[in-house]
C-alpha cells in the first residue's frame, strides 16, 4: 500500500496530529496548539527571543537527511541561540510548509524529530502555522527563553580576554562531505550502521555532529564570559562578528586548535581540508568565549583578543591575516 500522502490526509487531521504530539506540559502555557494565539504566562526574568529558518536545497537536503534528523536540528539551531546569551529556552512555535508529495509517514518523523529535541532540552511546543509549498519544504521556528543570570552578549570583549571554545571545529563539515559520498541519508537517530572501507566508529560521531549536533549550555562553566557567540556558520566569520560588535581584533594560535583524531584520519582518507574545516565551515554549534577568568576544565583555549587585526599564528611560527570566511547567505558560492 502506498503512503497516504498528506492531500489525503487534510490539514485538519495534521493540525490535531500537532495537537496530540505537543500538549500544554509548563503551568506557564495557559492556552497551547489551537487556538488563535498562544496564551503563556512569562516569568519575572528577562526574555530572550531567537528565530531559525531551514530551506530545503539551502540548509538541508533530503538526499541527505531524514525528516526526523530535519525536525531535530531545527530545534537545536533554535535552543543554541538561546544558550549563547545565557539564557534558558522556554516556548516555541514552529512554522512548518511542505510540498503536497509528502506523505504522512515523513510528516509524523518529522514531529518525531521536534518532539525529542524540544524535549531534551526542555522547549514547550505552543503552536506555529502549517501550509503548503509547490516545491520545496521551509522549516521555521521561534523560542523564547529566560536568562536569570546576566545576558552575554557578543559587544563585551576586551583587549587581554582570552577566547576558549566549548569543543571540537570542523566535525560537521567532515560529516556533511562524507554524506556526499555516501550519497544517501544515515539513520543515526535508529542506530543505523555502514559497512565501509574506513571504520564506522571513526566517522558515526562526524556525521552525528552534522546531522543531530548535542548542543553543550555554557552556562555549565562557571566563569564569567564578557562575550559569546555560538559557532554556527564558521569560527572565522563568527569570531569577526563578536570582535566588530565588540571593537577588538583577534589573534588564534593554529596548534591550539582543537582537532580530534576521527577528524585527522578522516580528512587524510578522504583528502578533505582540515584546516578550512576547523576554521571556516560551520553548524558545529559550538560556543566562543571571551573571558578575562581562569577557565574551568572542559574549554578549549585558542586565541587572545587585541587591539585591532584577525591574525592567527601558523605551527610553522609565521603570523597570518585571516579573513571572515564562512557561510554567508546572499554569497556566492
Known amino acids: 500500500m502506498n503512503p497516504r500522502s498528506l492531500r489525503q490526509t487534510g490539514e485538519l ?33 528577562n526574555l530572550l527571543i531567537t528565530t531559525d529558518t531551514m530551506t530545503e536545497e539551502i540548509h538541508f537536503s533530503m538526499r541527505y537527511f531524514t525528516a526526523y534528523q530535519v525536525g531535530y536540528k531545527l530545534v537545536v539551531s533554535n535552543v543554541s541561540d538561546i544558550y549563547a546569551m545565557n ?11 511542505l510540498p503536497m508529495d509528502w506523505d504522512l509517514e515523513r510528516f509524523e518523523e518529522l514531529l518525531e524529530g521536534i518532539q525529542d529535541a524540544s524535549q531534551k532540552y526542555g522547549v514547550s511546543i505552543v503552536g506555529g502555522d502549517l501550509s503548503t509549498s509547490i516545491s520545496k519544504a521551509t522549516f521555521s521556528m521561534s523560542i523564547v527563553g529566560t536568562s536569570k543570570e546576566e545576558i552575554v552578549r557578543r559587544d563585551g570583549a576586551r583587549t587581554g580576554d582570552r577566547l576558549f571554545v566549548t569543543g571540537p571545529l570542523g566535525e560537521a563539515s567532515m560529516g556533511h562531505e562524507l554524506l556526499k559520498r555516501i550519497n ?47 559557532i554556527s556558520d564558521g569560527l572565522y566569520i563568527d569570531l569577526y562578528r563578536l570582535c566588530t560588535e565588540s571593537n577588538v581584533g583577534a589573534r588564534i594560535y593554529e596548534e591550539r586548535l582543537p582537532v580530534t583524531e576521527q577528524m585527522r584520519r578522516v580528512s587524510e582518507e578522504f583528502g578533505i581540508d582540515l584546516y578550512r574545516s576547523v576554521t571556516s565551515a560551520g553548524e558545529d554549534y559550538q560556543y566562543l568565549i571571551a573571558s578575562s577568568d581562569t577557565p574551568p576544565e572542559g574549554l578549549y583555549y585558542i586565541g587572545d583578543i587585541v587591539d585591532e587585526g584577525f591574525s592567527i599564528i601558523k605551527s610553522t611560527g609565521e603570523t597570518e591575516e585571516i579573513t571572515p570566511e564562512g557561510y554567508q547567505h546572499f554569497a556566492d558560492s
Not at 191 to 207: A, N
Open 184 to 230: 544517501r541519508p544515515i539513520r543515526i537517530e535508529a542506530s543505523e550502521r555502514l559497512k565501509l572501507q574506513i571504520s564506522w566508529d571513526l566517522i558515526e560521531p562526524l556525521l552525528r555532529r552534522f546531522l543531530m549536533p548535542e548542543l553543550v549550555n555554557p552556562s555549565v562553566f562557571a566563569m564569567k564570559k564578557n562575550a559569546m557567540i555560538d
Open 13 to 45: 487531521r495534521l493540525l490535531e496530529l500537532l495537537r496530540d504530539r505537543f500538549p500544554p506540559e509548563k503551568e506557564s502555557i495557559i492556552i497551547g496548539i489551537g487556538d488563535d494565539a498562544a496564551c503563556l504566562r512569562p516569568p519575572d526574568e
Open 87 to 97: 539564557g534558558e529556552p522556554l516556548w516555541a512555535v514552529v512554522n512548518i510548509t
